[in-house]
């Protein structure tokens, strides 16, 4: 009976190998291996076509601090996200608290709003793209109609970026408004109808029972939407081209001229360390917020 216990415990260890293996060959082809490729990338100038690869240490990282191009995609991205992914958390809060009714009405409400999510970049910036129109859009004609100057939001470096997030903001919120009704599921009912027997008002319900039950879902939602934002790129290069002036021109696209226009690979992958520092300290705050709120 002992001798048969080893033998059980390697089998069934066996096994466990075996259910693992698939997804670990598949994380270290696509996910470690060109991680490390992009490491290796950025101590070399290395040209994306040709066979010219010269190590050359940290210069790349050091042509990093002296590019005033770089810093500035950098300022572009952190403000698309400071201000996106907070926005973009309370449209999907307050989405899912008005659409949570068990009526058919609210659900295709809800299959609407969350809809957008699924466009491909190409069709959400076209959309946008003649509803910002300053000839022909519908803002234009909404501004003539009350006597007002068309604006052209997409060629006006003022407006530029406030056109891009709002343009982010309804193609993103259905994930947000999603998660939150999720959320919302796991309150159970009798705390709401202990607070209606105490006479308790919606803001103080809203306050004291649904915020704080909600707490790790908004954390969540967050980390989520911060670091989706600073990955920004299809709706300034499809919509400005990174203009007025490169006002609206982020990191990832900085990474795709640099590498694809330019052929410098090398300072792109060192570009893109950069941008997953940043995404990777985003997500390790979130861990450590879970566990100060698990304790």
Known sequence: ?????????????????????????FYGVFLLYPFALGLWMSLHDWEIVGDYREYIGFLNYAELWDDPYFWEALKRTLQFAAMTAPAATLLGLVLALALQKPLRIYAALRAVFFASNIFSVTVVTLVWAMVLNPDRGLIANGLRA?????????????????????????????????????GLQQIPPEVYEAARLDKASRWAVLRHITLPALARTTLLVVVLQTVMHLQVFGQPLLMTRGGPANSTRPLVQLIY????????????????????????????LQFRLSRQEGE
Not at 1 to 24: D, E, I, K, T
Not at 151 to 160: H, S
């Open 146 to 182: 009350v006597g007002l100057q068309p604006i052209a939001f997409l060629a006006d470096k003022d407006w530029a970026m406030p056109a891009l997030m709002v343009t982010s903001l309804w193609w993103t919120a259905g994930l947000p408004m999603a998660l939150f009704l999720a």
């Open 1 to 25: 009976m002992s001798a048969q216990a080893p033998s059980a415990n390697r089998r069934n260890a066996v096994a466990g190998y075996a259910f693992l293996a698939p997804f670990l060959l």
């Open 257 to 284: 001229e640099t590498s694809f226009r330019d052929w410098r690979s090398g300072y792109a992958s060192a570009v893109s360390t950069v941008l997953f520092v940043l995404m990777f300290g985003v997500a390790l």
